[in-house]
């Protein structure tokens, strides 16, 4: 059965017990893993566990923890914690963010972003394995330790969150997993092959690499709801394109949609939002992200997979509501683990 995975929001206008619904409906429906992420909001691994308290079989995946904000050994002991309490269903996800957000929110200097990744990898594996950690690398120097805390599972999952050449490389040497964000199924194949490359020439095989890509989603029958889908995901991506600094306008550029990514971050500069959203052409919202109704939405799901996507991790879009959520994660849930909704999953 193909796995699918789905990403939780965790913003402030999101309350835990509405979290937890959806994370229980999930785990219901057989999705394979909840992932959540942490910009300047809740912090990742205290809310993974809250949903470990109240799942039963999904895994839990950071999506992402970056390499910035945390030591390595301190990522080793919290991952390592997260594993126990959900009795072996954890999964790293690691990434660098991004230079505003940890410079201007973390007050720490952006630097050697590839070779730091490298570092905390190999010192996470160590600690996870139970291993004295001795590591003497260019910016960690570490010595006689052996980390207390024990997984349950003998190795913890690490994907990581890249798109640049080098860090592709690095993922394709290292990672059991690839989190790539908003990547249209148009350059999917020629990334996978650039980490399949860098797989091979490191004596591995690109079969043993999780791709799992965020992508944006919605699933609607009805007109009205589809338009607000359309315009929360609109809205949400000329976020990341015009407020989040270059790295997702570079994105956009490099994926062939130049000519948007510029119109939408002249917008977003003018504070005209409502331009910003409009300016993202609907072959580039085609590509990117999944929305219509439920074979429309299974369809374009299949194309991403036939792209070469294991498993593709579902995200609506910031401002979704409840009803809407719950209704995309059940319109796209493997068809052999669906059960049925309770009155409480539809209200």
């Given at each position: 059965?193909?796995?699918?995975?789905?990403?939780?929001?965790?913003?402030?206008?999101?309350?835990n017990?509405?979290?937890?619904?959806?994370a229980?409906?999930a785990?219901?429906?057989?999705?394979?893993?909840?992932?959540?992420?942490?910009?300047?909001?809740?912090?990742?691994?205290?809310?993974?566990?809250?949903?470990a308290?109240?799942?039963?079989?999904?895994?839990?995946?950071?999506?992402?923890?970056?390499?910035f904000?945390?030591?390595?050994?301190?990522?080793?002991?919290?991952?390592?914690?997260?594993d126990?309490?959900?009795?072996?269903?954890a999964?790293?996800g690691?990434?660098?963010?991004g230079?505003?957000?940890?410079?201007?929110w973390?007050?720490?200097?952006?630097?050697?972003?590839?070779a730091?990744?490298r570092?905390?990898?190999?010192?996470?594996?160590?600690?996870?394995?139970?291993?004295?950690?001795?590591?003497?690398?260019?910016?960690?120097?570490l010595?006689?330790f052996?980390m207390?805390?024990?997984?349950?599972?003998?190795?913890?999952?690490?994907?990581?969150?890249?798109?640049?050449p080098k860090?592709?490389?690095?993922?394709?040497?290292l990672?059991d997993?690839?989190?790539?964000?908003?990547v249209?199924?148009?350059?999917?194949?020629?990334?996978?092959?650039?980490i399949?490359?860098?797989?091979?020439?490191?004596g591995?095989d690109?079969a043993?690499?999780?791709?799992?890509?965020?992508?944006?989603?919605y699933?609607?029958?009805?007109?009205?709801?589809l338009?607000?889908g359309?315009?929360?995901?609109?809205?949400?991506?000329?976020?990341?394109?015009?407020?989040?600094?270059?790295?997702?306008?570079?994105l956009?550029?490099?994926?062939?949609?130049?000519?948007e990514?510029?119109a939408?971050?002249?917008?977003?500069?003018?504070?005209?939002?409502?331009?910003?959203?409009?300016?993202?052409?609907?072959?580039?919202?085609n590509?990117?992200?999944?929305?219509?109704?439920?074979?429309?939405c299974?369809?374009?799901?299949?194309?991403?997979?036939?792209?070469?996507?294991?498993?593709p991790i579902?995200?609506?879009?910031?401002?979704?509501?409840?009803?809407?959520?719950?209704?995309?994660?059940?319109a796209?849930?493997?068809?052999?683990s669906?059960?049925?909704?309770?009155?409480?999953?539809?209200?």
């Amino acid at each position: 059965m193909p796995a699918t995975g789905l990403f939780i929001e965790t913003s402030p206008d999101i309350s835990n017990a509405d979290m937890i619904t959806v994370a229980q409906r999930a785990d219901a429906l057989g999705y394979h893993s909840l992932w959540t992420g942490e910009s300047w909001g809740r912090d990742v691994f205290t809310v993974l566990t809250m949903l470990a308290c109240h799942t039963q079989s999904v895994h839990l995946g950071t999506g992402i923890a970056t390499v910035f904000s945390r030591t390595p050994s301190l990522i080793a002991q919290s991952i390592a914690s997260l594993d126990s309490i959900s009795e072996g269903r954890a999964i790293l996800g690691l990434g660098t963010s991004g230079r505003i957000v940890i410079e201007n929110w973390h007050g720490l200097p952006y630097r050697k972003p590839l070779a730091r990744t490298r570092e905390y990898i190999e010192i996470i594996r160590q600690a996870l394995a139970g291993e004295q950690v001795n590591h003497q690398g260019e910016l960690f120097q570490l010595a006689r330790f052996r980390m207390t805390a024990r997984p349950v599972q003998k190795q913890v999952p690490i994907y990581l969150a890249t798109l640049g050449p080098k860090n592709l490389e690095l993922t394709g040497q290292l990672a059991d997993g690839w989190l790539p964000t908003w990547v249209g199924r148009k350059q999917l194949p020629e990334l996978k092959g650039q980490i399949a490359d860098a797989a091979s020439k490191a004596g591995r095989d690109i079969a043993d690499i999780t791709v799992a890509p965020y992508i944006m989603c919605y699933a609607a029958d009805d007109p009205d709801e589809l338009a607000e889908g359309e315009k929360r995901i609109r809205a949400h991506l000329a976020y990341y394109i015009g407020g989040m600094g270059d790295y997702y306008h570079a994105l956009a550029t490099r994926q062939g949609y130049a000519a948007e990514a510029d119109a939408t971050r002249q917008a977003w500069a003018e504070g005209d939002r409502a331009k910003a959203a409009s300016a993202l052409s609907d072959d580039m919202l085609n590509d990117i992200a999944v929305l219509g109704n439920s074979a429309q939405c299974r369809a374009n799901l299949d194309d991403f997979r036939r792209a070469g996507v294991d498993m593709p991790i579902l995200t609506p879009p910031r401002g979704a509501s409840l009803p809407g959520v719950l209704r995309t994660l059940e319109a796209l849930a493997p068809e052999e683990s669906k059960q049925p909704a309770t009155q409480a999953d539809r209200t």
